[in-house]
Nanobody, 127 residues
Framework: QLQLVESGGGLVQPGGSLRLSCAGS????????IGWFRQAPGKEREGVSC????????RYVDSVKGRFTISRDNAKNTVYLQMNSLKPEDTGVYYC????????????????????WGQGTQVTVSS
């Protein structure tokens, strides 16, 4: 059973940066399409970004384009979400999720496409 552990969340001022990590074990994350989701208080979970299993292509929701970057480090079996120019509306619990069935990010915003989830890490953007 694949396990995912997120880390790197915290409190940051508007305009600041954070890098979230999603570490996988015992299986290799390179064999999975990985998505990042977030859930703000009182709101539905939202798909934020994805990196595909097939060719490493990436997708982003419009609200984070140009500010967030998803990447893999296969040597560390970790997927990252670099978040720059953070805004208060980026506040929420961030989850990574692994999809073993799809080779692309075509369904990246559909939580049902993923079959393994991490426990989440809190990101708070506030002055």
């Amino acid at each position: 059973q694949l396990q995912l552990v997120e880390s790197g969340g915290g409190l940051v001022q508007p305009g600041g940066s954070l890098r979230l990590s999603c570490a996988g074990s015992p299986f290799t994350l390179a064999y999975y399409t990985i998505g990042w989701f977030r859930q703000a208080p009182g709101k539905e979970r939202e798909g934020v970004s994805c990196i595909s299993r097939s060719d490493g292509s990436t997708r982003y929701v419009d609200s984070v384009k140009g500010r967030f970057t998803i990447s893999r480090d296969n040597a560390k079996n970790t997927v990252y979400l670099q978040m720059n120019s953070l805004k208060p509306e980026d506040t929420g619990v961030y989850y990574c999720a692994a999809d073993s069935r799809h080779y692309t990010c075509s369904n990246y915003r559909d939580g049902h496409a993923y079959n393994t989830w991490g426990q989440g890490t809190q990101v708070t953007v506030s002055s």
